[in-house]
């Protein structure tokens, strides 16, 4: 299965293993980042939504339950 | 319906995210055949013996390094032109795919170079045009981080990325404007005379297929992540001032 690759033999391999790593740390970086910048956006969006909320009472449920 | 319409970044984010799984399963469908049946399968030339083998790397990402600029100068033009700020976070999202590829390019081009001319270095006209290829996406990337505001980032990179086309182009076509250089004409051509033998041609146009998927991949992918992170900005200047 392995080509016999005669006396090039560490020229290919180490082209190949050094392309193929780059290519794995872009690919690498481009994830962690993406998913970095995602988590934080979900947070600050929450972040806001809760701001936003008009404020009602305190806790609708306590009072529902000193009624009763 | 216009390509303007994706200048919207909802719109690029409601498309993008249908698109992406399609074209990481077609970039796992081209680039590992592409590699495998190189280096696997295709025999040993004449003149380099089983050396011919890094073309199916060294010849897409030279292909590449090029063309990102190319794909970066016409979105620079189109912030420039148009202010779609979809457009200039395409060309900084494509900078360092641009970047990898031509130190790709490089090394393979050295490690090649050293057994067979003798040399993992010349100052060879394409050679020498490669390496100021990759100090210009070095800079590129550099002043999108050194500007504060996204929109004078913006403004500069794309000057930087006219001025660099130049070395994009010359990259090109170095070898026709000087000869006399070591590096041997382009591998691809349309005149079937002149371009590698059909033993190589097919897994090389595959990886190169390959390659060219990969990159439209990783800059949508990137693409998205630069829409998310200028919103998180504009989030967290509006938290500040409130």
């Known amino acids: 299965m392995m080509p016999d690759l005669g006396k090039y033999e560490t020229v290919i391999l180490s082209s190949y293993g050094a392309s193929l790593l780059l290519i794995a740390l872009l690919i690498l970086a481009s994830w962690i980042r993406a998913r970095r910048v995602q988590r934080e956006l979900s947070r600050m969006e929450e972040h806001r939504r809760h701001a936003k909320r008009p404020s009602g009472p305190p806790d609708a449920g306590a009072g529902a339950k000193e009624d009763s | 319906m216009s390509i303007w319409e994706y200048a919207n970044p909802k719109k690029f984010m409601e498309t993008t995210a ?20 190189g280096y696997f399968f295709s025999p040993e030339a004449e003149n380099f013996g089983t050396s011919v083998k890094i073309i199916y790397l060294h010849v897409p990402s030279a292909f590449i390094a090029i063309n990102a600029w190319i794909m970066m100068l016409v979105a620079s033009l189109i912030w420039l032109v148009r202010r779609h700020h979809v457009s200039v ?3 900084k999202a494509a900078a360092p795919i641009g970047l990898t590829m031509t130190l790709i390019a490089l090394i393979t081009g050295a490690i090649w170079g050293q057994p067979m001319w003798g040399t993992w270095w010349a100052w060879d006209p394409r050679l020498t045009s ?3 290829l990759f100090i210009f996406y070095l800079g590129y990337m550099a002043l999108w981080e050194a500007i504060e505001n996204p929109d004078t980032a913006a403004d500069l990179t ?10 994009a182009l010359l990259s090109r076509y170095a070898t026709l404007f000087w000869p006399q250089g070591l590096h041997q ?3 691809l051509s349309l005149d079937k005379a002149e371009h590698v033998a059909d033993v190589y041609h097919r897994p090389l146009v595959l ?26 900005k504009a989030l967290q200047a509006r938290e500040r001032m409130a």
């Not at chain 2, 249908?18 to 049946?37: F, H, N």
């Not at chain 2, 794309?158 to 086309?165: A, E, H, K, P, R």
């Not at chain 2, 990886?207 to 998180?232: C, D, H, M, N, Q």
């Open chain 2, 158 to 167: 794309s000057i930087l990325c006219i001025v660099g086309s130049v070395f």
């Open chain 2, 18 to 37: 249908r698109l992406m799984p399609w074209l990481v399963a077609l970039t796992a469908v081209t680039l590992i055949p592409g590699l495998v049946w």
């Open chain 2, 89 to 91: 976070l395409a060309a």
């Open chain 2, 130 to 132: 490669f390496l100021v």
């Open chain 2, 185 to 187: 004409d382009a591998s």
């Open chain 2, 207 to 232: 990886s190169i297929i390959g390659f060219v998927l990969l990159f439209i991949t990783l800059v949508l992918y990137r693409t998205r992540t630069e829409v998310r992170a200028r919103r998180l």
